[in-house]
């Protein structure tokens, strides 16, 4: 693994139902974050975490959940889709430790369907 | 609150210069960033302000003035592969990334 990786690319999901969307990083980078991608609309945050752990709420935080037990993998949930979450999401990551511009290192991007 | 501004689209010419604007108003202010985005593709990094100032990178330079809370992206000797979008970015008092809704490029030949 070079970078950020997300899984899967695209998913088609029943209203309802529960989906996880994986994310792992190999740069060994302190804060994660996922963000949703709607035509229009720039980047929203849905959670964050600054350091395995812990996770915070973001801009959009409602019917998401996340989890960061170790430093590589941040996973989203959504417990019970519904069509308002089709979205493009993507992951980050930065190195906001000090000394560094802190800039975010994007994965490829989940798009997900909800009908 | 926070308030990002960019046009939402703009054409230019191959071989020519555009600019792209953002205006913003924020509580709290850690630097100002520049993404571009192609179409299906991840946002991927440009460039970094946080000092009042012209920061340039190759082809592409950026620009802040923190008083008058306006940033632009110039991009120089345009390139059929610079049809993007282009995506501006405050960090904030949290040091969390607000989001423009980012300006679509196209480049005509």
């Known amino acids: 693994i070079a970078g950020i990786t997300q899984a899967p690319t695209s998913q088609i999901l029943a209203a309802g139902r529960r989906m996880t969307l994986r994310c792992t990083q190999d740069?060994?980078?302190?804060?994660m974050y996922w963000y949703r991608q709607d035509l229009g609309l720039g980047l929203r945050l849905i959670h964050y975490?600054?350091?395995?752990?812990?996770?915070g709420k973001g801009e959009v935080p409602d019917g998401y959940s996340v989890s960061r037990a170790n430093t590589d993998d941040f996973p989203l949930t959504l417990a019970s889709a519904v069509p308002s979450q089709t979205s493009v999401y993507f992951c980050?990551?930065?190195?906001?430790?000090?000394?560094?511009?802190?800039?975010?290192?994007f994965g490829p991007g989940t798009r997900l369907t909800v009908l | 609150g926070q308030n990002i501004d960019q046009p939402t689209e703009m054409t230019a010419t191959e071989g020519a210069i555009v600019q792209i604007n953002c205006t913003y108003q924020?509580?709290?202010?850690?630097?100002l960033f520049w993404y571009q985005q192609h179409a299906g593709e991840a946002p991927t990094f440009l460039s970094y302000?946080?000092l009042d100032g012209l920061e340039e990178k190759g082809r592409f330079s950026s620009f802040l003035s923190r008083s008058k809370g306006y940033s632009y992206l110039l991009l120089k000797e345009l390139q059929m592969k610079d049809s993007a979008s282009y995506l501006c970015?405050?960090?904030?008092?949290?040091?969390?990334?607000?989001w423009g809704a980012g300006t679509k490029l196209i480049i005509k030949p």
């Open positions: 980050a990551s930065s190195d906001s430790r000090g000394g560094d511009l802190g800039e975010q290192f």
């Open positions: 740069m060994r980078h302190n804060a």
């Open positions: 975490s600054n350091t395995a752990g812990t996770t």
């Open positions: 924020t509580s709290g202010f850690n630097g």
């Open positions: 302000n946080v």
């Open positions: 970015a405050l960090m904030d008092s949290n040091y969390q990334l607000i």
